[in-house]
């Protein structure tokens, strides 16, 4: 009940600054509209249709509105940094679950804006988006972007955990901002890339933040693919916590809450 007390006022935090979040949706939408021109205008699509194509990219932002967690910065420089860290500490509360539910407020409104524009969308051009009707993989594919959530939440945690280490975090933000742009599948479908690119890019945490889910929803993969998937997440997600736990217990020994 705690957690949910918290859920709520953070979605009333988040709720006065619906239009910030609106912004920040509209602003995300410039690139994705920009690829798509830039493959209307190409010869060969890897065996996609251009309807295919649109669908993707209008999914990912969609996609990434909801799933895409930020907090890194906050608990790096207001929660580490400038000793906000305290008064977590002195709570009967788990840290890790105040984070999580602080911001999963705010993937909830700002991903109510994303798919509120996607449902306008589809009414307005029904054509040109390229869903399964598959049950079992809408089903399948909504677990994995639940399981994207809770991974992705995790793996910013623990970016903005190295705070403890390092003096200027930002760098370590800056390099895995452009792992997940090429590794999660900003740019274009992970198809397109050269089998060997895509088994290295599978070995990593990122094509099962973003990639998977949305192509999952488009009925690329199968429902066995998609169970190997889930297991994939799983275990990601089992490590991440794993040190997670390792970098808290190792980092609090270490905070001494300059700036309080």
Known sequence: MRYLNIFLLSAQEAFEDRSKLAVW????????????LFWRGANNLGGWTIEQIISYYLLVVAMNVFLMSHHELRVAVIDIKEGGLTAYLLKPFSYFWIRFFNEMAFRVIQGFFGFLILFILMQLF?????FTNSPTLIFLSVVTALLSLFLIFIFKTLIGLTAFWVTESRGVFEAFDVLLTLF???LMPLAFLPDQIQAFIYFTPFPYMIYFPVIGLEGKLTDMQLFQVIGVQILWIALFYFLYKKMWSSGIKKYTAVGQ
């Open 25 to 36: 949706f509209l602003l995300g939408l410039i690139s994705p509209l920009v690829l798509i």
């Open 126 to 130: 029904p054509n040109i988006f390229a």
């Open 184 to 186: 999660a599948g900003y």
